[in-house]
Antibody, heavy 117, light 111 residues
Framework: EVQLVQSGAEVKKPGESLKISCKGS????????IGWVRQMPGKGLEWMGI????????RYSPSFQGQVTISADKSISTAYLQWSSLKASDTAMYYC??????????WGQGTLVTVSS | QSALTQPASVSGSPGQSITISCTGT?????????VSWYQQHPGKAPKLMIY???KRPSGVSNRFSGSKSGNTASLTISGLQAEDEADYYC???????????FGGGTKLTVL
């Protein structure tokens, strides 16, 4: 069974750094792109970027380029999304999802990130 | 890259059919047959319902169907059921620079 399990909710202060994770199982983790999707409170879904764990090829949507860093450790089948300096506007639910046939076929349960002073 | 345009809300009675439109541009929906649709219930992760414009993943009811004409994709749900009440999002591949773009979402209410 394909599963993506994300790390737990985080509460951070503006300016702090953060790295959240997404662990894949039940499939060949290195053979599929993993994407990150943002959902701000009460709002829609936004493409952030994708990574191919097989060779760490990473691509960002223009709106998120330079704002976040996507990485992966294929030895432990885990993808990451990180911020070096959080802002209040980063408060959102973040989903990881497996990309197949240009669509996200399996999703993690989401990680809620709250940034507040 | 602007989000794809969806109606904010649609509604229908049980047993009826509804269609949700998703309008993009010649740079996304119009250029690729790579539109996907997602269902999201409150507090839950999205679920893939349609991929590559009209294909249904295993396990998705055949009451859900997708189509495309020009720059507009559509999701049709036939035989509406109470459990179909949710938010629906379209998404299109938009090239190697933009990657993908979602629609703003449509809230489906089953009356």
């Amino acid at each position: 069974e394909v599963q993506l399990v994300q790390s737990g909710a985080e509460v951070k202060k503006p300016g702090e750094s953060l790295k959240i994770s997404c662990k894949g199982s039940g499939y060949s983790f290195t053979s599929y792109w993993i994407g990150w999707v943002r959902q701000m409170p009460g709002k829609g879904l936004e493409w952030m970027g994708i990574i191919y764990p097989g060779d760490s090829d990473t691509r960002y949507s223009p709106s998120f380029q330079g704002q976040v860093t996507i990485s992966a450790d294929k030895s432990i089948s885990t993808a990451y999304l990180q911020w070096s300096s959080l802002k209040a506007s980063d408060t959102a639910m973040y989903y990881c999802a497996r990309l197949r046939d240009s669509s996200f076929d399996y999703w993690g349960q989401g990680t809620l990130v709250t940034v507040s002073s | 890259q602007s989000a794809l345009t969806q109606p904010a809300s649609v509604s229908g009675s049980p047993g009826q059919s509804i269609t949700i439109s998703c309008t993009g541009t010649s740079s996304d929906v119009g250029s690729y047959n790579l539109v996907s649709w997602y269902q999201q219930h409150p507090g839950k992760a999205p679920k893939l319902m349609i991929y590559e414009g009209s294909k249904r993943p295993s396990g998705v009811s055949n009451r859900f169907s997708g189509s495309k004409s020009g720059n507009t994709a559509s999701l049709t749900i036939s035989g509406l059921q109470a459990e179909d009440e949710a938010d629906y999002y379209c998404c299109s591949y938009a090239g190697s620079s933009t990657l993908g773009v979602f629609g703003g979402g449509t809230k489906l209410t089953v009356l």
